[in-house]
């Protein structure tokens, strides 16, 4: 009663917020709307997913249980991947890193010296371009005004990703309603058009290619065939007839 009650005090408010939502959005896709959306603003790299595709990953609410729900369909898919400084060393522990975008604060300097491009966005370029120098490591500064989970996603648009599979980016109208980067969403998903996809739906969506009962099926062929192999040797063949004959 007490979240239903919440929630039923909370809809008047959000209704309220809607037309600030749209303004803003509207004003920021006015000014960096087209050179977004044709990746004229987006960071050149050399990255290529053309018939590739992408997972992006920022710190956001469950992104940790998003990750191992998507394992496998990271795995089987061979996603490209791109995250925000905030979830990078939490990436890396078990997947490799493609491109790190925003603020580097919170990044061990191993995993940034592991990640084939690097996008400082939101912070001192000075201070970051000292770090990043001395660790070898390759890097371009963006100055867009997109949050840096939308650049992320920018970012693999413009590269040509076929599917942008979003890992802690909430984007439900009352997350955008309630959130400072609502207009830079709604410009995310403009760039990203059809290709965006959650990746808590994909992991709903996404099946091994190989069943459970295919998997078991399998196994049983194969021990059925070694059983077979090892009958046929005469060692094995004389101990099976001397316990046949005990009994």
């Known amino acids: 009663d007490f979240v239903k009650d919440r929630l039923a005090s909370a809809m008047p408010g959000a209704g309220l917020r809607v037309p600030h939502l749209a303004a803003s959005a509207l004003d920021l ?73 925003g603020p580097l604060d919170g990044v061990s300097d191993e995993v940034l010296a592991k990640a084939s491009e690097v996008v400082v966005h939101g912070e001192s370029l000075a201070v970051a371009a000292t770090r990043l120098g001395s660790l070898g490591v390759k890097h371009v500064a963006s100055e867009s005004r997109l949050s840096s989970e939308d650049l992320a996603v920018a970012i693999a648009a413009s590269a040509g990703a076929r599917m942008i599979v979003t890992v802690g980016i909430e984007s439900s109208l009352s997350d955008l309603i309630d959130s400072h980067r609502g207009a830079s969403s709604v410009l995310a998903r403009l760039a990203a058009g059809p290709a965006w996809i959650d990746g808590r739906l994909l992991a709903r969506l996404h099946r091994s290619p190989w069943s459970r009962v295919q998997r078991w099926l399998l196994v049983a062929i194969a021990a059925t065939s070694v059983a077979g192999a090892l009958s046929l040797h005469p060692v094995i063949r004389d101990l099976v007839e001397r316990l046949v004959g005990g009994l």
């Open 29 to 101: 896709i006015q000014r960096d709307g087209p050179a977004i959306v044709e990746g004229r603003s987006v960071p050149h790299l050399d990255l290529d997913l053309s018939d590739k595709d992408a997972l992006v990953v920022t710190a956001g609410p469950g992104f940790r249980s998003q990750l191992v729900a998507l394992k496998r369909a990271i795995r089987d898919l061979k996603l490209v991947v791109v995250v925000t400084g905030d979830a990078a060393d939490a990436v890396a522990e078990n997947h490799h890193i493609d491109v790190i975008v």
